[in-house]
């Protein structure tokens, strides 16, 4: 679903930062080679990404889903020297594309790749971090949002991808849509929760920022 006209999609994204040339690079081969290219991060999210993580300018970075890794090169554009990003996915395949990627846009050496289960490797961290982007699993953002909040301090900021899910979080609910039920769910725990403070953000798909208290 397009929340906005793509006339005016295409003026916020000639009224942002220009998309690098190697997540333009990332983009074409991702639409040539991978299943559902749409769920690649794009140019105008990408930037907000990037913009966030450079105002936070976090140490540690948790990405959870990192896909073909375009927003994991969009969050290391705010890292420090020292700093380190960790990317968990379950897809070993895209390992190799992504790595090729993370060394070309020169933060290789801070993103630090991690495959298999995000709730099983997560508590097994023994890392403070200071951003979170969750764009994973959608049935299971509930149970990630909870482990997350073990390895957070107060003013880590949560970011959580596809929280509108296509307009059907205003929609009539099928009983048997566990997916939108989730997030449903998630977007009404993000709010209730005494923990954080949050806003949800109508960008792309819905972004919600989260900042722990």
């Known amino acids: 679903m ?21 997540l333009q690079e990332l983009t074409r081969e991702t639409h040539l080679k991978v299943i559902q290219p749409r769920m690649i991060t794009g140019h105008f999210q990408g930037r907000v990404l990037s913009l966030l993580s450079k105002l936070i300018r ?3 970075i948790l990405e959870i889903g990192t896909y073909t890794g375009y927003s994991a090169i ?8 020292n ?14 594309m992504q790595r090729t990627y993370f060394n ?17 490797i997560i508590p097994e961290m ?5 951003l979170v982007f969750i764009d994973a699993e959608k049935k299971e953002y509930l149970n990630y949002f909870d482990v997350v909040m073990q390895k957070v301090k107060s003013g880590s900021v949560i970011l959580s991808d596809n929280v509108l899910w296509s307009g059907k ?5 099928n009983t048997k849509d566990k997916a939108t039920k989730t997030v449903l769910e998630y977007n009404k725990r993000l709010k209730e929760d005494p923990r954080i403070e949050t806003a949800l953000l109508p960008i ?10």
Request: proline content about 6%; overall charge negative; aromatic content about 6%.
């Open 2 to 22: 397009h929340f906005l006209s793509p006339l005016l999609e295409e003026y916020i994204k000639n009224h942002s930062e220009n998309e690098p040339q190697i």
């Open 204 to 213: 792309r798909d819905g972004l919600t920022l989260s900042r722990v208290l």
């Open 83 to 96: 700093g380190f990003l960790h990317t968990i996915d379950v897809n070993e395949e895209l390992a190799v």
């Open 104 to 120: 070309k846009s020169g933060f290789g050496s801070q993103i630090i790749q991690h495959t298999g289960n995000a709730l099983e």
């Open 74 to 81: 969009c969050l290391a554009e705010g890292l420090p020297k």
């Open 58 to 60: 976090p140490l540690n």
């Open 126 to 130: 023994d890392i403070v971090f200071d």
């Open 169 to 173: 979080v205003v929609e009539p609910l």
